[in-house]
């Protein structure tokens, strides 16, 4: 193909707002409405790659508005280079805008989709295709444990194998609300998130009352707060369970730091937090460092999702998947994307790119 085909044409962006079937609420905060960002990425050739950008501001300091003042800057540098320097643009986004995590992933996200399109092969074959489909949890977020009871019971019913509970709402509480989740589906595995709420001491005094009721989780994700590495380390070695490092890893060297100091035993890679390119760096490090791997989001789309669900399946190696936040959403804005079953995501259909598009535009696939 001539360089000129794959040159990048242009690069638009706008608002995606989807709201949210019921508020969302985790230890740092309540959202009633996604507010991310769509990215529309077209290459000479006619290939359109789109991509998402989910910001959440506790996460990593970005919001829809961040997003957009960011992308009228980035967009106009990629404008006229070529899409098969991928890895180059990346590295030239990350240098200007390393802190833009959700603006960045978004970019690449695009970049991607359109450069596999030009390909003609799905994303998850393009990351090296070890598998065609994942397996995601179910989360249920802080609620009172009658509320979660019947939410677990309707997830197993589902045939879905794995519920995430959050928690973070004190030691009684969140007790109460595991014991439910366990009697509502008492053949499911839990994990537990705990998005920075703990303290050391009582992340692992929660887990003794859970071993004492006879509930051992499958693994606790991010009980303290990212920069308390001592109290992750605590955790670590007393709690009895893998322990997930999530909100503290946004890059390679986050992630050679939990290696090296074995904060850890899990890193939750997410596409907002690293981007795609430093995605694959982190799992790269993780594997060689014995780090489980797993995969989550931000209030995701259908469209990043889909594009994890790839990235996932493609590089292999995930233990834990957490995709599953298109099921908070009121409303799906997109055509295409992974077939669902339970909790199983198969993407083998998808014939080129992330294989997902919004409602109503052009799939972006090169006509033959
Ligand atoms: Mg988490």
Not at 185 to 201: E, K, R
Not at 212 to 217: A, D, L, T, V
Not at 270 to 283: D, F, N, T, Y
Request: proline share 5%; hydrophobic share 45%; net charge negative.
């Amino acid at each position: 193909m001539s360089l000129s085909s794959t040159r990048i044409r242009s690069v638009e962006f706008e608002p995606l707002n989807v709201p949210l079937l019921e508020p969302f609420v985790i230890a740092i905060g309540r959202l009633d409405q996604v507010r991310n960002v769509l990215l529309t990425i077209t290459l000479e050739n006619g290939a359109i790659g789109y991509g998402e950008a989910a910001p959440l501001e506790p996460i990593n300091g970005e919001n829809q508005a961040t997003v957009l003042a960011t992308l009228k800057t980035l967009a106009p540098l990629l404008v006229g280079r070529d899409a098969l320097e991928w890895r180059k643009l990346s590295a030239e986004l990350y240098g200007l805008f390393s802190a833009q995590s959700a603006a960045r992933a978004g970019l690449e996200m695009a970049l991607l989709d359109a450069v596999t399109k030009t390909m003609r092969v799905p994303l998850y074959q393009f990351f090296g295709g070890v598998a065609s489909s994942v397996e995601t949890d179910i989360s249920i977020p802080i609620v009172e444990p009658e509320r979660a009871r019947e939410l677990a019971a309707g997830i197993a019913a589902e045939g879905v194998r794995v519920i995430k509970l959050k928690v973070g709402s004190g030691i009684a509480s969140d007790l109460a609300r595991t014991v439910a989740v366990q009697e509502g589906a008492p053949d499911c595995q839990i994990t537990l998130d705990a998005n920075q709420g703990y303290s050391a001491p009582d992340a692992v005094e929660l887990l003794r009352e859970l071993f004492g009721r006879g509930i051992r989780i499958r693994m606790f994700e991010q009980p303290v707060p990212k920069h308390d590495h001592l109290g992750m380390k605590f955790v670590t070695e007393q709690g009895g369970v893998p322990v997930a490092a999530d909100e503290m890893v946004f890059c390679a060297a986050d992630a050679l730091r939990v290696a090296a100091t074995g904060n850890a035993n899990v890193v939750n890679i997410k596409l907002m937090k690293s981007g795609l390119v430093e995605g694959m760096e982190i799992a790269a490090v993780c594997r060689a460092g014995h780090i489980r791997l797993m995969i989550g989001g931000m209030i995701e789309t259908k469209l990043a999702m889909c594009c994890s669900a790839h990235f996932a399946a493609g590089n292999g190696g995930f233990d834990f998947i957490d995709l599953d936040t298109p099921l908070l959403l009121a409303e799906d804005p997109f055509e295409g994307g992974y077939h669902r079953q339970g909790g199983l995501y198969t993407l083998a259909h998808i014939e080129a790119g992330i294989g997902c598009w919004p409602t109503g535009r052009s799939p972006g696939y090169l006509k033959l």
